[in-house]
């Protein structure tokens, strides 16, 4: 038995469950605690709080990609192929999708920093930001509903990633 096997037959390692809910957190903090509007940047503390916290957020996000990638799966193997290549489409593009939003992030940040605030650029990368966090709210949305359909399966995937949750 390999170790993804191992792995599906037991769930997901607790790491592998801290990272996934301390992303939940972490997302849920950068929501309610955003930049509402770019002029809000002109307060020094709070760009250099937004850089920093986009620094964190996308390295660890990072780490976590790499052991997520490299430890577990998703789905258990006698899943359907369709919704191991779904469950990979919608992994992929979460990450992708919020590390742009980190990504162009610093890059506001930077220009900001710059005193470029204005023009054509920022506007572009401010756009960017924007369709990044409304496609990760999709995505997550998408990944909540495929856990809840998991959870009607009870086929384990729920209760693998659930803290004292039975299928």
Not at 37 to 43: G, H, K, M, N, P
Not at 72 to 86: C, D, F, G, M, N
Not at 91 to 104: D, E, N, Q, V
């Amino acid at each position: 038995m390999d170790v993804n096997e191992q792995q599906s037959n037991r769930g997901y390692s607790f790491l592998a469950k801290v990272l996934h809910w301390s992303f939940v957190i972490i997302f849920i903090y950068g929501v309610i605690k955003q930049v509402n509007d770019i002029s809000q940047l002109e307060d020094e503390s709070l760009l250099v709080f937004e850089i920093v916290f986009a620094f964190l957020f996308v390295t660890l996000l990072g780490i976590r990609f790499v052991y997520m990638k490299n430890t577990q799966t998703s789905l258990p193997s006698e899943s359907p192929e369709w919704q191991k290549k779904a469950a990979r489409i919608v992994h992929l593009g979460m990450y992708l999708s919020l590390a742009i939003i980190a990504i162009s992030g610093l890059i506001i940040g930077g220009l900001f920093w710059q005193g470029k605030s204005e023009g054509l650029l920022i506007d572009s990368i401010v756009v960017l930001h924007e369709l990044s966090v409304s496609s990760s709210y999709a995505l997550i949305s998408v990944h909540i509903i495929a856990a809840l359909y998991h959870k009607i399966l009870k086929d384990g995937v729920w209760s693998a990633m659930v803290p004292m949750s039975k299928d």
